[in-house]
């Protein structure tokens, strides 16, 4: 005798059966539209370019990716806003807007935890750097899959820059980030939260008088013809996400989690895994320029660094972990 489980099988094989094939493919084919701040040109958007290939090859076509570069759907605290309510599927996002709101993040924002690129991708692979990835889908509501980087932070600036006092009240443009805020006020200057797309009018037009910047948005924007110093701090290495909304990605199978997790982290480990040749030919087209190049490590800033250690340590346990796991010389 048919069991009612079986008999309930039985009658919808039928309808079932009936779907033309191509509508069942239909069906099953999903559009993911993932944010940026980044414009087309930028590495991250060609590096997501060939990973939304990569994805949709791997998944057989099931799943395609539409990039939304420059800011379009707005800047990244909009668009976490999107993303905790479902209405964006993904992004990759700098660590600011998480770091303004869950302070362990804010230990990749410490300066001066590693001293260049190479120990910068090493310390985003470390358990450490990692494991503050697991709060994100709470604190957030996004998974985070991995991280990339912006590469590491120097600081631009219109007059020429000779010690800390030339920084003094000066306003620095940063990328709107509590702890990045906090060390520019450490350091005496004035810091002035700007989204990336927005600096260019404000330092061609001296509405600013410097930047927090990495090589590649510096040669983008060809800021080396406005600015007369480039401080090499190196002072911290500027994470950034892969993202994908916790609502979205609780619709997914087990297997199609896996495949966009791993297809994402193969790519940005690709992106991580490029910055220090990249940064290497970066530097060495600024100096070809009029701008001074001058390096500014940790002792540039007298005590900034413990100064900065004191408010952050007890906000994000991790900063600690991480200065002793990368010691400096
Ligand atoms: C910035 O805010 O400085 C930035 C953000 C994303 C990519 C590059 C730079």
Known sequence: MTSPIARRALLAAPAALALPANHARAQATREFR????????????????????????????RFTVTLFPSGQLGN????????????LDMSLMTTSEISNRVDPIGALHAPFI????????????????????????????CVGFRYG???????????????????????????????????????????????LPQ???????????????????????RFQEICRTMLLTNHFAFPAIGLMSARVF???????????????????????????????????????????????????FGDAVAQFDRQWGPRAPALAQLRAAFPRG
């Open 34 to 61: 993932l944010g940026l701040i980044t414009p087309p040109a930028h590495t991250w958007n060609q590096n997501l370019t060939a990973w939304g290939a990569r994805l949709r090859d791997a998944s057989g076509g």
């Open 76 to 87: 990244e605290a909009t668009m976490l806003q999107q993303l905790q309510t479902g209405a």
């Open 114 to 141: 590693v001293p260049d690129i190479q120990a910068a991708v090493r310390m985003l692979r470390h358990p450490i750097a990692l494991g503050l990835l697991n709060g994100l889908p709470q604190a957030v509501g």
């Open 149 to 195: 980087m912006v590469g590491m932070r120097q600081i631009l600036t219109r007059d020429v820059t000779n010690t800390l006092a030339d920084l003094r009240g000066k306003k620095i443009r940063i990328t709107p980030a509590a702890p990045t805020r906090d060390f520019f006020n450490i350091i005496g200057a004035a810091p002035t939260p700007l989204a």
């Open 199 to 221: 600096i260019f009018e404000a330092l061609s037009n001296g509405q600013i008088d410097g930047v927090d910047l990495d090589f590649e948005s510096t040669i983008n924007n």
């Open 250 to 300: 609780a619709t997914l199978s087990p297997a199609d989690r896996d495949l966009i997790r791993g297809t994402m982290t193969e790519a940005l480990d690709a992106l991580c895994d490029s910055m220090p040749e990249r940064e290497e030919r970066q530097l060495a087209q600024l100096r070809t320029s009029n701008m001074q190049i001058r390096p500014a490590g940790p002792e540039f």
